[in-house]
């Protein structure tokens, strides 16, 4: 008798349950490490709703996930306000838009947060002097930011960002600048010409 597994769907609650784990935990560095996986989480979610968005070009189908990913992955230069930046050109409606009110103090608290996690990860002091309490707060905004953008996404084009990003969406959306990423040569020139730092 076989057992089929079954196929698990990602979500922000999925996601972020290993976040979740280290911050329930006693470990000693349980604020710096929740703090840069949640950061790297909602990098990750960005970047996974532009390449959403550059999916559902009627150009592309699942024969090319091969090679989207390729362009993607040979481009080193696009970072977190990149993707908003992709993800801006390509939306009928900006990110600040759909994300509301608070979005300019959040982002700018986000893009302040990658620089103390980058400042972590090279073994460095931050200026800030983050307590383990400040990391956890981070935390909690950063899981808030994800949350938001998740359940607005998911309402706006479809897809909140955790899962598979190569996939049609169920609704029909309208989109901007599709024949800048047409082709898989058009779309590594729009990553580089547009989308990098």
Not at 6 to 33: E, Y
Not at 76 to 93: A, P
Not at 141 to 169: M, P, V
Request: glycine share 4%; with cysteine.
């Amino acid at each position: 008798m076989t057992t089929k597994s079954k196929l698990t769907i990602m979500n922000f609650d999925q996601d972020f349950a290993t976040v979740n784990l280290i911050l329930n935990s006693t470990f000693k560095t349980r604020g710096v490490d929740a703090f840069a996986l949640s950061l790297i989480k909602a990098e990750k979610q960005l970047r996974r709703v532009f390449t959403f968005l550059i999916f559902q070009n009627p150009s592309f189908d699942s024969t090319h996930y091969d090679e989207l990913r390729k362009a993607l992955a040979a481009n080193k230069q696009i970072y977190f306000e990149g993707f908003i930046k992709g993800f801006n050109l390509i939306s009928t409606r900006q990110l600040s838009e759909i994300y509301g009110d608070k979005y300019n103090n959040d982002i700018a608290d986000l893009l302040d947060f990658a620089k103390d996690r980058n400042k972590i990860f090279h073994g460095q002091i931050t200026a800030n002097g983050l307590t383990r309490e400040d990391l956890i707060n981070r935390v909690n905004h950063i899981k808030l930011w994800c949350k938001n953008i998740a359940d607005k996404l998911e309402l706006e084009i479809g897809y909140d960002g955790f899962g598979n990003s190569l996939r049609k969406s169920k609704l029909s959306l309208t989109l901007n600048n599709l024949d800048k990423f047409d082709t898989i040569a058009k779309y590594q020139d729009f990553l580089k010409n547009d989308l990098q730092r």
